[in-house]
Protein backbone atom coordinates (compact mmCIF):
# COMPACT_ATOMS: atom_id res chain seq x y z
CA UNK A 1 0.00 0.00 0.00
CA UNK A 2 2.13 2.50 0.95
CA UNK A 3 6.44 2.73 1.92
CA UNK A 4 6.16 4.10 4.85
CA UNK A 5 3.51 5.76 7.40
CA UNK A 6 2.35 9.03 6.94
CA UNK A 7 3.52 10.29 10.51
CA UNK A 8 6.09 8.26 11.53
CA UNK A 9 8.32 7.52 8.07
CA UNK A 10 11.21 5.26 9.98
CA UNK A 11 8.81 2.72 10.44
CA UNK A 12 7.10 -0.17 8.78
CA UNK A 13 3.99 0.07 7.06
CA UNK A 14 1.27 -2.30 7.26
CA UNK A 15 0.32 -3.98 4.05
CA UNK A 16 -3.07 -5.03 2.22
CA UNK A 17 -2.56 -8.84 3.24
CA UNK A 18 -1.70 -7.31 7.21
CA UNK A 19 -5.09 -5.60 6.70
CA UNK A 20 -7.51 -8.84 5.02
CA UNK A 21 -5.55 -11.36 7.61
CA UNK A 22 -6.89 -9.09 10.21
CA UNK A 23 -10.42 -9.29 8.22
CA UNK A 24 -10.93 -12.77 7.95
CA UNK A 25 -9.32 -13.72 11.79
CA UNK A 26 -11.88 -11.15 13.12
CA UNK A 27 -14.76 -12.58 10.73
CA UNK A 28 -14.11 -15.88 12.15
CA UNK A 29 -13.90 -14.91 15.68
CA UNK A 30 -16.93 -12.48 15.15
CA UNK A 31 -19.30 -14.43 13.08
CA UNK A 32 -18.52 -18.53 14.36
CA UNK A 33 -16.50 -17.85 17.90
CA UNK A 34 -18.59 -15.48 19.75
CA UNK A 35 -21.90 -15.32 17.58
CA UNK A 36 -23.75 -16.39 21.03
CA UNK A 37 -22.69 -12.58 22.20
CA UNK A 38 -24.42 -10.63 19.23
CA UNK A 39 -27.40 -12.62 18.38
CA UNK A 40 -29.74 -10.32 19.06
CA UNK A 41 -27.93 -7.69 16.55
CA UNK A 42 -28.94 -7.82 12.60
CA UNK A 43 -26.78 -9.51 10.70
CA UNK A 44 -26.58 -5.68 8.64
CA UNK A 45 -25.15 -4.32 11.51
CA UNK A 46 -22.92 -6.35 12.60
CA UNK A 47 -21.03 -6.42 8.95
CA UNK A 48 -21.28 -2.24 9.37
CA UNK A 49 -19.69 -2.67 12.77
CA UNK A 50 -16.67 -5.42 11.47
CA UNK A 51 -15.75 -2.89 8.48
CA UNK A 52 -15.94 0.23 10.61
CA UNK A 53 -13.36 -1.78 13.22
CA UNK A 54 -11.13 -3.27 10.62
CA UNK A 55 -11.16 0.38 8.45
CA UNK A 56 -10.41 2.30 11.66
CA UNK A 57 -7.11 -0.29 12.55
CA UNK A 58 -6.54 -0.02 8.64
CA UNK A 59 -6.43 4.02 9.12
CA UNK A 60 -4.20 4.18 11.98
CA UNK A 61 -2.03 1.48 10.36
CA UNK A 62 -1.33 3.84 7.40
CA UNK A 63 -0.91 6.96 9.47
CA UNK A 64 1.16 5.22 11.85
CA UNK A 65 2.96 2.13 10.59
CA UNK A 66 2.51 -1.61 11.37
CA UNK A 67 3.61 -1.44 15.00
CA UNK A 68 0.44 1.06 15.86
CA UNK A 69 -1.80 -1.51 13.67
CA UNK A 70 -0.65 -4.83 15.69
CA UNK A 71 -0.55 -2.90 19.04
CA UNK A 72 -3.95 -1.74 19.31
CA UNK A 73 -5.11 -4.97 18.25
CA UNK A 74 -3.16 -6.33 20.92
CA UNK A 75 -4.88 -3.78 22.90
CA UNK A 76 -8.16 -5.11 22.14
CA UNK A 77 -7.53 -8.48 22.18
CA UNK A 78 -6.85 -7.88 25.99
CA UNK A 79 -9.76 -6.20 26.02
CA UNK A 80 -11.91 -9.11 25.03
CA UNK A 81 -9.80 -12.01 27.13
CA UNK A 82 -10.72 -9.76 30.27
CA UNK A 83 -14.59 -9.56 29.72
CA UNK A 84 -14.93 -12.65 28.50
CA UNK A 85 -12.19 -14.24 30.77
CA UNK A 86 -12.92 -12.23 33.87
CA UNK A 87 -15.60 -9.85 34.07
CA UNK A 88 -18.28 -12.15 32.61
CA UNK A 89 -17.86 -15.26 34.78
CA UNK A 90 -17.38 -12.28 38.17
CA UNK A 91 -21.12 -11.31 36.78
CA UNK A 92 -22.27 -14.94 36.56
CA UNK A 93 -21.98 -15.31 33.02
CA UNK A 94 -20.47 -17.70 30.89
CA UNK A 95 -17.94 -16.22 28.84
CA UNK A 96 -17.98 -18.58 25.80
CA UNK A 97 -21.52 -18.96 25.83
CA UNK A 98 -23.17 -15.65 26.74
CA UNK A 99 -25.45 -18.00 29.13
CA UNK A 100 -27.85 -16.85 31.09
CA UNK A 101 -28.60 -14.97 28.17
CA UNK A 102 -30.61 -12.30 29.81
CA UNK A 103 -28.44 -11.79 32.25
CA UNK A 104 -25.58 -10.94 29.63
CA UNK A 105 -28.08 -8.74 28.34
CA UNK A 106 -29.29 -6.59 31.28
CA UNK A 107 -25.15 -6.38 32.14
CA UNK A 108 -24.41 -4.94 28.67
CA UNK A 109 -26.81 -2.44 29.00
CA UNK A 110 -25.75 -1.34 31.95
CA UNK A 111 -22.57 -1.66 30.73
CA UNK A 112 -23.57 1.12 27.90
CA UNK A 113 -25.33 3.23 30.93
CA UNK A 114 -28.77 2.81 29.63
CA UNK A 115 -29.73 1.43 32.57
Request: overall charge positive; proline content about 3%.
Amino acid sequence: MFEHPIFLKSLPSITLTEILIVLIIASIAYFIVFNNFEKHVSTQKRITKLFIVVGVLSIIGILFGRFAFWGMIALMTIGQVYLHGVYFPKHGINGLTAEPYDKYLELTERMKGKK
